[in-house]
């Protein structure tokens, strides 16, 4: 019935069954119906080059993740209350990737769920409430992070939250040194851990995207994490490391972003890749804080790390280990930024470039003195994109932070035609 129907009357269905104000992509909706590697193909059969989804890691619908899916179904699927090899054998390669502290895995479905057990480990093991966070995040969904996400609209609050902004070397530095902006950072994690102890919270957690993604990529003065936790670490807390975005080997130098700074995490949280499509997510933590937690607590997830799951979680592993996808993200990211150099060159609207890997934050602004916010010109430029077939979208706290993040598979040729359709794009505001 769905095939029949025209995109009008299905957009129609899906706001009188899913809500009305259920979010979508472009101003115009886009109804997608089959995926491959990097492309996904709308109902008439027009192909678009997926720069955006993280979710498909690997490439859309990849033969070696749906075929140890398929195997595996057709055996067995049942929780982790019984015995299976697939399961135990998973969590040892997966923990394998980390450093040595970091060697149990406690399996979930979302990465919403990831950070919520994280932040429930912690209040657990320190015996207090208080929460740090960045002032622009997003970690999940659950009432705890949707309260936690400053910035992005959620009607909860919570006072055992505080907020610190993450110093900015393009937008906040105003002439001020590196080492200036370090300290200035620095005070903001030192007030937050000093309000929540005097409140009576105590400092349970510090929760981070190691590459503030959602906050538009933001390049922090160096040693500001390393700061950051220290101060943390002092006043009896936690750093949590999310790795949701950055990770699984999208930064090419490294498989996870907090590797890129010298702070071992006391727990790490992952989500979208890692089934590559299929609800995969997991904690990684020392084994101290799990055997405490599951000593008093009891938790147990029926549908997180099931056979099927590992399987397909194995499977994903593979491809990355196999293809040599590591190498890949670090050399077409190369390619992509050295040519958006080019288009910066060009381009007076483009204030700044970001990223890591395939990664990447274009900045784009007014005028490059005032550094102004180009947030419309922004949403100009992603509805621009998907009209010629290619998909990115946009972060930030201006909504002026072109993100693009595309399969691990993109290829120097799709980084070519990303390159070309962008700069037509720029050219045509």
Same mark, same amino acid.
């Given at each position: ?46 192909q678009?080059? /997926?720069?955006?989804? *993280? #979710? ?6 990849? !033969?070696?993740?749906? =075929?140890?899916?398929? &195997?595996q +179904? ?24 980390? /450093?040595?502290?970091l *060697? #149990?895995?406690?399996f979930v479905?979302?990465g !919403?769920?990831?950070? =919520?057990l994280?932040l &429930?480990? +912690?209040?657990h ?14 970690h ?7 309260a936690?996400a ?31 902006m ?14 929540l102890q ?9 929760l ?6 959602t906050?538009g990529?933001?390049?922090s ?14 006043a ?5 490391a ?33 089934g ?8 990684i933590l ?13 938790y ?20 990355i ?29 483009i ?38 077939g290619?998909l ?12 693009i ?25």
């Amino acid at each position: 019935m769905e095939m029949h129907a025209s995109n009008e009357q299905l957009l129609e269905r899906r706001r009188r069954v899913l809500g009305r104000n259920t979010p979508l992509f472009y101003d115009e909706p886009l109804r997608l119906v089959r995926g491959q590697g990097v492309w996904v193909y709308d109902e008439t059969g027009r192909q678009y080059l /997926d720069a955006y989804n *993280n #979710v498909p890691h690997v490439g859309h619908c990849h !033969s070696h993740v749906i =075929e140890a899916m398929y &195997r595996q +179904a057709r055996m067995l699927n049942i929780h982790t209350r019984y015995l299976h090899e697939n399961v135990v054998s998973y969590a040892e390669r997966l923990t394998s990737t980390f /450093d040595l502290s970091l *060697n #149990v895995a406690m399996f979930v479905c979302t990465g !919403s769920e990831a950070n =919520e057990l994280a932040l &429930r480990i +912690a209040r657990h093991h320190t015996g207090a409430t208080g929460l740090i966070v960045t002032d622009y995040n997003y970690h999940g969904n659950t009432a705890t992070l949707a309260a936690a996400a400053k910035g992005i609209p959620a009607p909860e609050t919570a006072p055992n939250i505080r907020w610190v902004h993450v110093p900015d070397m393009y937008r906040d530095s105003d002439g001020r040194s590196e080492k200036a902006m370090l300290e200035i950072g620095l005070r903001g994690i030192q007030t937050a851990i000093e309000e929540l102890q005097e409140a009576g919270f105590g400092v349970s957690a510090l929760l981070l995207d190691t590459l503030f993604s959602t906050e538009g990529l933001t390049k922090s003065p160096e040693g500001f994490i390393e700061g950051a936790v220290e101060l943390v670490r002092a006043a009896g807390g936690l750093y949590v490391a999310d790795e949701v975005q950055p990770g699984f080997g999208r930064l090419g130098s490294r498989m996870w972003g907090y590797q890129l700074f010298d702070a071992v995490p006391d727990m790490v949280t992952l989500g979208k890749p890692m089934g590559n499509g299929y609800p995969l997510a997991a904690t990684i933590l020392r084994r101290d804080l799990a055997d405490g937690f599951l000593g008093e607590a009891l938790y147990f997830n029926t549908f997180a790390g099931t056979p099927v799951a590992a399987a397909v979680g194995m499977a994903v592993l593979d491809v990355i280990e196999q293809e040599d996808l590591l190498r890949n993200a670090k050399e077409v990211g190369t390619y992509v930024q050295e040519q958006m150099l080019g288009l910066q060159r060009r381009h007076d609207i483009i204030g700044t470039l970001r990223g890591e890997g395939l990664f990447f934050g274009m900045e784009l602004v007014k005028d490059r003195t005032s550094k102004a916010p180009a947030e419309a010109e922004c949403g100009q430029l992603i509805n621009e994109m998907r009209r010629h077939g290619v998909l990115i979208s946009r972060i930030g706290p201006s909504s002026n932070v072109l993100k693009i993040r595309p399969p691990l598979v993109f290829s120097r040729e799709n980084a070519a035609l990303l390159l070309e359709t962008l700069d037509d794009a720029l050219r045509s505001l």
